[in-house]
């Protein structure tokens, strides 16, 4: 498989798009998120002939190497993330827009658009404030709709850590959410 | 927390069901009294409409585009290809000798190219080549006329010779001429007659005149060149503005 140039290109095209959203959401920054992407791609591309159909879906293994490279780059820049507040500039993903703007919504009004737009950038920044596990399990159940299972394998965790895992971080982001409404009010 | 209300729904038969719930899967007598525990319990009811809020805010966010190029880099950086399908039929670009030693003098030359596009630089070119012109204009060079130059070894020999021949032949006939004219001068000399010596024991016109004002003069007009200003005064009047020998005022 990894010879066969059409068929890695074609992985590429079909998985880039989702890996790229999971980096930038556990990452937060759209250039961290490009340069993970490409290190996962990296990386399966060397790994390839390790991948066994039998132990679980092709998505699933590439959302195993995407969690645990994203882990080894939480561990890495631990002493150098930033502590910004949710007040903090707006999100600084320049090259990425989200689909939403990229297709007008004509029967959305515009007030609508922004305050929707601001809200998935105070979204996005309250994320960045939530634990590594507590964040990985929201962005995949959340975000990128997988199963308790699938998420139980990628994390090596019980499902019921999981589904406890991903409550507590959709609360925990509510009251993050809550408390910055509550100081701009 | 309280451990359980009156529909008999302890609270953490309540957590095991959260995910459930919220998924939309919990149903018939189970969702009944699992509302009835959320509106009861002050510590369920709250837990669940904060994770209900935080799972509906996650969802309202959307998918981001990555960068176009995000997939040729990936592509590039692993099977060092840009695309496949794409470029698969085209061969690769074969590198001239012109671009090879391009690319080698580039380092060298870069240094040179940053100053020359500097503003600086242009303008001073800009101002030699207006003075290159103005000098060919006033020379009578014209541009055009050097297209017709024969730029082959043995005319621009020729041309060598006939211009340096033309020199020497001005530079004779110029010699020639200041030889006649000398010669010329001496003849004159030698036919002009001596001037008579002048009188030493003439009498003068006016004895009544001891200023001797008017030889003065005389003498300070002898020893004037011939571009120094010759004043118009007189004595009575002063001078009003110095007059070159030409009559130029200065």
Redesign the interface.
């Known amino acids: 498989m990894a010879g066969d140039?059409?068929a890695?290109?074609e992985i590429?095209?079909r998985y880039?798009?989702r890996i790229?959203?999971i980096c930038?959401r556990f990452a937060g920054s759209?250039d961290d998120?490009?340069d993970l992407?490409?290190d996962v791609?990296?990386k399966m591309?060397k790994t390839l002939d390790t991948y066994d159909v039998e132990r679980g879906a092709f998505m699933t293994w590439v959302t195993t190497i995407t969690r645990n490279l994203l882990v080894d780059h939480f561990r890495k820049s631990k002493h150098a993330r930033m502590t910004d507040s949710l007040d903090a500039a707006p999100s600084e993903?320049d090259?990425?827009?989200?689909?939403?703007e990229?297709i007008q919504d004509k029967g959305m009004p515009p007030d609508a658009q922004v305050q929707?737009r601001e809200?998935?950038e105070a979204?996005?920044l309250a994320?960045q404030k939530l634990s590594p596990e507590l964040r990985e399990a929201?962005i995949l159940r959340?975000?990128q709709d997988m199963d308790?299972k699938e998420i139980a394998t990628v994390l090596r965790v019980p499902e019921g850590t999981v589904?406890s895992r991903?409550?507590r971080?959709?609360?925990?982001?509510?009251?993050l959410?809550?408390r910055t409404y509550r100081q701009v009010v | 927390m309280p451990g359980e209300t009156k529909d008999g729904m302890p609270c953490l038969e309540f957590d095991a069901l959260l995910t459930e719930a919220l998924d939309g899967t919990l149903g018939g007598e189970r969702l009944e009294r699992f509302q009835a525990h959320a509106r009861a319990c002050s510590a369920c009811g709250p837990l669940f409409a904060e994770i209900d809020a935080g799972r509906r805010l996650l969802k309202s966010i959307t998918e981001v585009e990555p960068p176009a190029h995000l997939a040729y880099n990936i592509l590039a950086a692993t099977s060092g290809l840009d695309t496949v399908r794409m470029h698969a039929p085209m061969a690769q670009p074969q590198v001239s000798w012109l671009d090879r030693v391009r690319a080698r003098i580039a380092p060298a030359l870069t240094p040179v190219f940053a100053v020359v596009r500097q503003p600086r630089f242009a303008m001073s070119f800009g101002m030699a080549f207006f003075s290159v012109s103005m000098v060919l204009n006033l020379a009578g060079v014209k541009v055009s006329d050097l297209r017709h130059v024969d730029l082959h070894p043995s005319a621009m020999v020729r041309g060598y010779h006939m211009t340096s021949g033309k020199v020497v032949k001005y530079y004779e006939n110029i010699r020639f001429v200041y030889q006649i004219e000398s010669k010329v001068r001496e003849i004159k000399r030698a036919t002009t007659p001596a001037e008579p010596a002048p009188q030493k024991d003439q009498p003068r016109k006016d004895n009544s005149n001891t200023s001797e004002q008017p030889d003065q003069r005389q003498e300070r007009n002898y020893s004037q060149g011939e571009n120094q200003p010759v004043l118009a005064s007189t004595p009575d009047v002063p001078p009003v503005a110095p007059v070159t020998a030409t009559g130029r005022f200065v």
């Open positions: 140039a059409a890695w290109e590429v095209r880039h798009r790229y959203n930038y759209g998120a490009q992407t490409q791609f990296i591309y993903h090259g990425a827009m989200p689909l939403s990229r929707s809200t998935g979204v996005h994320l929201v959340d975000l308790y589904k991903i409550n971080g959709r609360a925990e982001l509510a009251r959410l809550q």
